[in-house]
Every structure is written in C-alpha cells, then in structure tokens.
C-alpha cells in the first residue's frame, strides 16, 4: 500500500468505496490517473484497454474533446440554476434532443443525476400516473429476480440481487417479482436472444395478477437486457408478450434502460432494438457518456398527459432533485448526443457486433466456462463458482486481465465485457485473447 501513496502523495484511507472490498484494495490498490479512446492509464504509467466502458458508460470513448469543451465553455456561461419555477436553456435542449432520439410518442424527459434516481423517479411517476387517473390503488410494482435498478430504497425493493436486498429489507410494501429469464439448460452459448424461454412473461398473467389482481397493479419494470446481473438477455418474443399482457391490464411498462440506452445494443434504445415501446424508459450513463452524472425518465405522451389536467398553477408532479437538468450535464448530453449522431456510433455499434459475438464465443471450451451470452456490444462468459468461494474464481480472472492490461467486470462468477462503442476489432482481439489467457489460469 505504501508505495502507491507514496508515489501519489495519497491517503486511501477515507474514501469509503462503493461496492467494493475496501481493505483488500487498499492492500492492493488499482489506481487509474487518466484516460484517452479506448484506454486507461494506471498510476504506475500502464495501458489498460478499456473493455467495460468504465461502467457501462463511456459509449463514445474517453477523452472526447467536444464533450469536455462544452462542459468549459458552459461552466463559463452559466454554472448553475435552479429547475424549480425556473429554468435555463440548455435543459431544454438537452430533453428535446433525448425525446428526439427516444421512441416514437415518447417526448417527455424528467432529469435525475443517476440511475438509481432515475428508476425511483419511474416507479414514483408511475404511482402518481394512476392516481392521477383515480386508480389511486394501483401501487405494487413488480419487478424481476435478478434485475439491478440501483441502490435506493424504490431500486433495491423491485430489483432482484440478493445480496443488495438481504440487509434492507424489501421497503416497498407493495412489490412482487417475475423469475429471470435465464436457463442454462435450455439457453447455454445462445447467440444473441435464445430462442427458448418467451413463456416466462406468462407468470404475469398466470400467477402475479391472479394474486393481486390488476387493478392493484401499477407497473412492471424490467432492463431488457439484465446488466449487472450477468447480460440475462431476453427470449425472443418475451418483452413483446410482456408489452401485451400490461396492455390488456392496464399495467404500466417501464424499461429500466440505463446500460441499454445511447447505443449498446446498436440502437438508440434497447426498446428500439427489440421493437418494443415501454410507458416509461429511465437512462443514466451514456447520456453523458459518463463525464458529468445525469439520468433521467422518458415518458409517453399518454403518462405526460395524464398529469397536465387541472389548473394550469398546480405543480403536477411534487418530485424532483436540486441538479434535475443542471446545466453542465446538460451540455454535456446535447453534446454526446450530437457526437454518437456525428461518428454515427450507434450504426458502428452494431456492425461490429457480429465480430465482437463471434470472437467471444471461440472461448467455448475453456477451463470451466460454462456459457457465453451476448448482444449488441455487451458480452458476458459465465464460469463455475470454485466450491465454497462464490465469485472468486471471476475476480480472480479480473485481477489477472487487469494486470495483463484488459478491464472486465466480474459479477458473481460471470465477466462482462461492453466495451465502448469506438471499439476496433483488434481490441476485440486483444481482449479475447487476454481474458482467455487469463480463464486458463484461473482454473
Ligand atoms: N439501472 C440499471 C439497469 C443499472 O445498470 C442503475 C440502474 C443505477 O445507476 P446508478 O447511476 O445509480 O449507479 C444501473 C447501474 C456493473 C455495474 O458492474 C452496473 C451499474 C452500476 C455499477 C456497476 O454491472 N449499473
């Protein structure tokens, strides 16, 4: 530890650090000091290829000069006003060029500063939608095991990971779940969505409205691709018999798309790629490509609506954060926007796609791999758990690309790759072959 502090002149010894395995990093500390394209620079002077986009976010690759120049030059003009009965320009502009993007009917944009305050900001205008509608008792939201809608209270409650819910409860009152949609039996080293498994969107209509009855039921939220859970990527005709069955019962659909939105899956949206409209999408991450925190809800026209009855003073919505729109995200996501549409990114993302699928799964075969999952530019390997130390033979494997000079994500026992979408194939060669050196030492 010493000689990283040294070196740096740091102390690491106050930074709570989240998610993370705090005395055995500061035993061992990976320290990154900068970032160009597709690489990061450690402190000890080393190129590490980026092969997560940090996390999940840097879309159009690091360092990108028009979206660094438009977040000076709007600090210089204007570093901050309020959102409340008040605004700025460039708020404006930013939700218009996210609706612009966003699916058909979709043109309204509420603005968070993150993920998870983006998924609280859906399951809260969803509640208020049909109280708004007097369906006021329209409030358990249903969520999915294994899905990740960030860390507050309204996330944790819908999401699905054990670990992130075992210690605070499920606070919500109201909240049900779906089981995932993975079957390694049925879907082992599919490629792209498995043809097998759209019958999982039948336990709506089978089981948890039977119980609760849809008139009690406010909204399903789903990420149409799992993320963080290990790249749970739907059967194919499963988010449409979804979309039909909250149809038919008046259920709002809310596609949580913080890692599937600004181009992963070589769509704008993940709603585009499948073809499917939500009522409600939340974004995070690549809006910004990462620079400046910001997410945000896109509404339907129909919830808009909904809420703009009544006397034209009334406030419609009491939810809202200091930084809703601030002006510096703000720029930076017109900028970003303006920047994938400019290199055409999302267009890059998935001609390359088909590369980045077939390399990924010529690590079948390797020491305890046990499946291969991917879509667009998000790819996952899923290894055996070593007997007792769940998890550990993945971090193992992330310590060694991250020596070698490659970024995964381990999560439990699977390594996500979503590089960002500027990726060449030689990196897609570089990481392949680094990650599967790495899988065969981790045996
Ligand atoms: N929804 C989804 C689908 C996410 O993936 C969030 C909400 C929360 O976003 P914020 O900005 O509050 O963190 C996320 C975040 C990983 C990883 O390793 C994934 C996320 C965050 C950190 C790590 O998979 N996703």
């Not at 620079?291 to 419609?316: C, H, L, R, W």
Request: aromatic share 8%; with cysteine; net charge neutral.
């Amino acid at each position: 530890m010493g000689n990283i502090e040294t070196t740096l002149g740091i102390d690491l010894s106050a930074f709570w650090m989240p998610f993370s395995a705090n005395r055995q990093f500061k035993h061992a500390p990976r320290l990154l000091v900068g970032a160009k394209d597709m690489h990061f620079t450690a402190h000890d002077g080393r190129k590490v290829l980026d092969g997560t986009a940090g996390l999940w976010c840097v879309n159009a690759g690091h360092g990108r000069e028009k979206i660094i120049s438009a977040a000076k030059a709007q600090l210089d003009v204007l570093d901050f006003a309020p959102t409340f009965q008040l605004g700025h320009p460039k708020a404006f502009e930013a939700a218009q060029k996210i609706a612009a993007l966003a699916p058909e009917g979709m043109d309204h944009v509420f603005f968070s500063n993150s993920g998870s305050e983006a998924v609280d900001s859906a399951l809260k205008i969803a509640l208020a939608y049909h109280r708004a509608r007097g369906e006021g008792q329209r409030t358990i939201l249903v969520g999915r095991e294994r899905g990740y809608h960030g860390t507050g209270f309204g996330g944790i409650s819908v999401g699905g990971m054990t670990n992130n819910r075992k210690t605070f409860g499920n606070l919500l009152p109201r909240v049900d779940h779906l089981r995932h949609t993975w079957d390694i039996e049925h879907q082992a080293y599919s490629r792209g969505q498995p043809e097998w498994g759209a019958h999982f969107a039948d336990e709506l209509e089978q089981r948890i409205i039977p119980l609760h009855d849809a008139s009690n039921i406010a909204a399903v939220i789903v990420e149409p691709v799992a993320g963080s859970t290990g790249g749970l990527v739907p059967p194919k005709g499963y988010l449409e018999r979804l979309r039909a069955i909250c149809d038919k019962y008046g259920i709002l659909l809310i596609f949580d798309e913080v890692i599937t939105g600004f181009g992963r899956l070589g769509k704008p949206f993940g709603a585009d790629f499948f073809g499917v409209t939500p009522d409600l999408m939340s974004f995070a991450k690549g809006v910004t490509n990462g620079t400046i925190p910001m997410g945000g809800v896109v509404a339907s026209n129909k919830v808009y609506d909904a809420f703009m009855q009544g006397p034209e003073g009334a406030i419609e919505l009491f939810h809202g954060y200091t930084y809703s729109g601030h002006p510096v995200a703000a720029a930076a996501a017109v900028a970003t926007i303006d920047l994938y549409r400019e290199e055409g990114l999302f267009e890059r993302a998935a001609a390359i796609a088909p590369y980045f699928e077939q390399a990924l799964h010529s690590l079948k075969g390797l020491p305890n791999v046990i499946d291969i999952r991917n879509l667009g530019l998000i790819g996952v390997i899923e290894v055996a758990p070593r007997p007792g130390a769940v998890g550990a033979r993945a971090f193992d494997v992330f310590t060694d690309c991250y020596a070698n000079g490659l970024l995964v994500r381990p999560a439990g026992d699977t390594l996500a790759m979503s590089p960002p979408l500027i990726v060449e194939k030689s990196h897609i060669d570089e990481m392949v072959g680094k990650l599967g050196a790495a899988l065969k030492r981790a045996a």
